[in-house]
């Protein structure tokens, strides 16, 4: 597979969840960009802005095994991950797998567990496997993550911790649609009770299992040179010595950071990557990573804000 198959493999995700995702393109964009780069995605923002649909929509496009669980406070980590169980019958114990084991998890409203049951997702994310009474059993290599959370609610809800968002590639904020995508909503979906599903829109899968191992491939290939690598590092770098931050990124972010601009680029129809490509990505791979500083806070600064003025202060190679 070449650049020009990736890019028209994009296309033809985009135009199926256009069936019936009304605008939300940057966001469908940082999923292309996710599934391409090997990386996790969580979605965050107010309610009815159809981030569950979103995923859902975006899962249905694609022909890998999809699984979804509903994130609530009483869930246990067995509830995800599965358990060993006394067979009777061969006088054995029988894993019996939890809904993690699938190649695309919806972790829907992710922060409304606590962090023991937010734990068992932690190795699954970062190496692809989970590990069950001291026996390591392997998930895909395609196993990707796509979770919501909701900014507003604080009863009910724990935050995740830092180890958890690390593993998320990006975090993007989903917010409310413009005066005119909000009347093609209203007519498009107006005509329902309750949520729709993906299937009523017509959405095909035009991507499997192999066709994703070969774009990532793919974007593997893209050529980085020395100064766009020197480019990344110097942001990474950046938000440790910011006063603004009490905690900036870690070595794995700049690492992350450079696939996604690599898959990127394989999107953008290039075979190498330019200091554009990190920048447009810089904000939603770092949102999540970084720590706003107390005195930062009394000031009444913003994370996106210091992340945005910190990438216009960094020099870009030319």
């Known amino acids: 597979m070449n650049v020009a198959d990736v890019r028209a493999m994009a296309a033809n995700i985009r135009a199926e969840m256009g069936r019936a995702v009304v605008g939300q393109t940057q966001t469908v964009d940082l999923l292309l960009t996710a599934l391409f780069a090997g990386g996790h995605v969580l979605l965050e923002g107010p309610p009815g802005t159809a981030k569950t649909f979103l995923a859902q929509c975006f899962a249905a496009t694609l022909n890998l095994d999809f699984g979804r669980i509903q994130f609530t406070p009483d869930l246990m980590p067995g509830d995800i991950l599965g358990a060993n169980l006394f067979n009777f019958q061969a006088s054995a114990f029988t894993l019996v797998k939890g809904p993690i084991f699938c190649e695309l998890l919806l972790a829907d409203e992710i922060n409304r567990t606590p962090p023991k049951t937010q734990a068992a997702l932690l190795e699954a994310m970062q190496e692809r496997r989970v590990t069950l009474d001291g026996e390591s059993h392997p998930l895909s290599d395609r196993f990707t993550v796509v979770a919501t959370q909701n900014p507003i609610e604080q009863q009910g809800t724990y935050p995740l911790p830092?180890?958890?968002?690390?593993?998320?590639?990006?975090?993007?904020?989903?917010?409310?649609?413009?005066s005119d995508e909000e009347r093609r909503i209203v007519a498009s979906h107006g005509d329902r009770g309750g949520h729709p599903a993906a299937s009523e829109f017509g959405i095909q899968a035009v991507a499997g299992l192999e066709q994703i191992t070969a774009a990532i491939e793919t974007v593997a290939g893209i050529r980085l040179t020395d100064e766009v690598t020197g480019y990344i590092v110097a942001l990474i770098r950046a938000t440790r010595e910011t006063s603004d931050f009490s905690f900036g990124a870690s070595p794995r972010a700049g690492a992350m950071l450079a696939t996604a601009a690599r898959a990127r680029a394989t999107l953008e129809g290039r075979e190498y990557v330019i200091p554009d490509d990190v920048k447009g990505l810089a904000l939603p791979a770092l949102r999540h990573r970084v720590i706003l500083s107390p005195a930062a806070e009394i000031d009444g600064r913003k994370v996106d804000e210091v992340i945005q003025a910190m990438i216009e202060r960094v020099e870009a190679p030319r």
């Open 162 to 178: 830092e180890a958890q968002l690390d593993r998320f590639l990006f975090k993007q904020l989903v917010g409310y649609p413009s």
